[in-house]
């Protein structure tokens, strides 16, 4: 893949994450499908699994974004410890390139939690449990959370796709 191809695939699977997320919600789900539908890696069971990843954990706010957590997973699904190899060391250079997407993301967009970005996003967080909370923060957040969702698969493509 030249450089010209792989930034035309980034900006495609930022606008197909983006546009997932608006959609359907769920934004674990909406990197790694995406993914899935474009450079290919990963399967329908970790799709499926990382849906109670989102919102932080359980919608709780309080673990890491699930778009920070699907990227994760996709790294890991391509550079991670394979389960044959528990045994092999620590495959420290996946821990490295995760490493340097949760910076990024921090660095973009000023934490890695769901309530941080809550904070950051509309000023307040909110209990994604409550009907009228919810739809308070999902009308405050307009294109934010999906923006999120987009450039970590964005960043993701542009860190794993080969050249």
């Known amino acids: ?32 499908a995406t993914i899935q539908e ?34 994760l997973v996709a790294i890991s699904a391509k550079y991670g410890r394979d389960r044959d190899k528990l045994d092999k060391g620590r495959y420290i250079n996946n821990f490295k390139k995760c490493k340097t997407l949760v910076e990024r993301f921090r ?16 000023g307040k967080t909110y209990d994604m449990w409550n009907a009228e909370e919810y739809k308070a923060f999902d009308e405050a957040r307009g294109k934010q959370c999906a923006h999120a969702t987009g450039k970590v698969t964005q960043w993701v493509i542009e860190m794993t796709a080969e050249k």
Do not use: N, R, W
Not at 19 to 27: A, I, K, R, V, W
């Open 107 to 122: 660095e973009e967009f000023g934490g890695v939690t769901c309530s941080e970005l809550q904070q950051q996003f509309t």
């Open 1 to 32: 893949m030249t450089p010209e191809e792989k930034q035309q695939l980034a900006e495609q699977v930022y606008e197909k994450a983006a546009q997932y997320e608006l959609d359907y919600g769920c934004c674990p789900q909406c990197v790694l």
């Open 38 to 71: 474009t450079v290919g890696g990963i399967d329908d069971a970790t799709i499926k699994a990382v849906h109670g990843l989102s919102g932080g954990g359980a919608l709780m706010s309080e673990g890491t974004c699930g778009a920070l957590t699907g990227g």
